[in-house]
């Protein structure tokens, strides 16, 4: 089957749709290509000095994907399972591929032929952990810790849970050849862990790939090689999608025009950009880009210390099952809102739906029909009861849900937080707010170093004041 692109389709936020008040003329596309054609330039200037490193990871060629391929094979060999040790970026990508290709239901049936089982552990909560622990064969499963900095506290104490348990249960040696670490080339603990004389294996992740734009490295392909999906495939997606990226031309570039609409709108008070794939398959992937959205454009400053408070609140939403939960509050409730529906033209296979009542009116339409048919249509309806209510949306178009496909999808995300972040003049590759919960829970739990941060949080505690 011929590789088939993506496409934007950006009608129903077009002023011909929606009407000169809420829909966007010639003369604003004619604003925003001018915006934009700048920031282009900038992404590109930030490519050039090598800020951006997601944008080469789909060009690292056999090279670059042989170590990871051969891990895959290494652990593939004896083991059944493979669990992730990481939060945010370093867990949310691999979720959101397996999620879309192995299917939402894949842990309910048994693994396919030369393929691992993959969970993903994202949370230090101990019912969960202590629970994939207990119901995991030991000598059946490997673990793969995913940190830059080896210093994540909440990915750091499931290492060493995970690695007690194997090394009690089956020795030293063993152990150590069920760990996988994926880590900074150089830098970082568990560089210091391997120096130290313990011979677990590693893969680098390029120092210019941050977490959440890091699912084309090893971060996300080696887990998902484990799990036997097509890698280079989803690599080759991605480069797809950069060659139809290079424009600085809205109507020539999708991840462009789909940062420009986003930016608009927010600047025109739709502050909440909600993902609704039609396919229960890609929720992960509306997980995903909630991250990548939030954690990129979500900031205080801008470059030139100006306060801005900027950002879009991401919202994941499923069609059709969210139609019967949010829709209410997106048709009538504020405008504030920018929908973003991912739809399908081939969902693989199909069901048509029997003729069983013939004789009640309210259900004989649907037989001879298929599930296909009505979830088009669940989709296409939900999008022009909006614009008759005049609230934009915009459609990402994917033929398929196939490797390609999902790779030319996460490419286009990325491409265009980055250049949404250069249209509102603030930083989309780091993560202040983040750092300062992570600095006081350091704090909180005694690490050297940190003991003002655990001061900190001790003289906000007002003790039983405001306890009911």
């Not at 909560?125 to 119901?135: K, S, V």
């Not at 348990?165 to 089956?170: A, F």
């Not at 280079?232 to 797809?240: D, I, T």
Request: glycine fraction near 10%; charged fraction near 20%.
């Amino acid at each position: 089957m011929a590789n088939q692109p993506v496409r934007l389709d950006y009608g129903f936020c077009a002023a011909e749709r929606l009407g000169a008040a809420a829909g966007l003329d010639d003369a604003a596309l004619a604003r925003l290509q001018a915006e934009f054609e700048r920031a282009m330039t900038v992404v590109s200037a930030q490519k050039a000095a090598g800020k951006l490193g997601f944008m080469d990871l789909p060009f690292m060629g056999q090279d670059g994907l042989a170590p990871i391929l051969a891990e895959a094979k290494r652990l593939g060999e004896f083991c059944e399972n493979f669990v992730v040790l990481g939060i945010g970026g370093s867990a949310l990508g691999a979720t959101a591929v397996d999620m879309a290709l192995g299917g939402c239901l894949r842990h309910a049936f048994a693994r396919p032929a030369g393929a691992m089982r993959l969970f993903v552990a994202d949370n230090s909560d101990p019912r969960m952990f202590a629970a994939l622990l207990d119901n995991l064969d030991p000598r059946a499963t490997a673990f793969n810790v995913v940190s830059k900095s080896g210093s994540t506290a909440e990915t750091m104490s499931q290492y060493l849970a995970a690695r007690q348990m194997l090394e009690q249960k089956l020795g030293r040696e063993e152990a150590l050849r069920r760990l996988v670490f994926t880590t900074d080339p150089q830098a970082g603990y568990l560089r210091k862990i391997i120096a130290a004389g313990d011979d677990i294996a590693v893969l680098s992740v390029p120092p210019n790939v941050g977490g959440r734009y890091s699912v084309l490295s090893a971060v996300g392909l080696l887990p998902l090689a484990c799990a036997g999906h097509d890698v280079a495939a989803l690599l080759e997606g991605a480069a797809q999608m950069a060659g139809r990226c290079q424009s600085p031309v809205l109507g020539e570039n999708p991840a462009l025009m789909l940062a420009a609409l986003a930016v608009e709108s927010f600047r025109r008070g739709r502050n909440i950009f909600v993902m609704m794939p039609y396919a229960s398959d890609l929720l992960g992937l509306a997980q995903w880009f909630g991250q990548l959205w939030a954690e990129s454009l979500g900031k205080a400053k801008a470059l030139d210390g100006a306060e801005v408070h900027v950002g879009q609140t991401p919202v994941a939403a499923v069609g059709a099952t969210d139609q019967h939960s949010q829709l209410q509050l997106y048709m009538e409730g504020p405008q504030d809102k920018l929908i973003c529906f991912l739809t399908i033209d081939d969902y693989g296979r199909d069901l048509t739906i029997p003729a069983l009542h013939p004789e009640l009116t309210g259900l004989s339409y649907l037989g001879g029909q298929t599930m296909s048919r009505l979830i088009k249509a669940e989709a296409t309806a939900t999008a022009a009861a909006l614009a008759r209510q005049g609230r934009p949306s915009l459609s990402l178009r994917l033929p398929r849900i196939d490797a390609n496909v999902i790779g030319q999808v996460f490419y286009l995300l990325e491409l265009a937080t980055v250049a949404a972040g250069a249209a509102l003049g603030i930083d989309p590759l780091d993560q202040p707010g983040v750092e300062l919960g992570k600095q006081l829970t350091y704090g909180l739990m005694g690490r050297q170093g940190f003991e003002d941060q655990a001061a900190q949080v001790r003289a906000m505690d007002a003790g039983d004041r405001f306890l009911i």
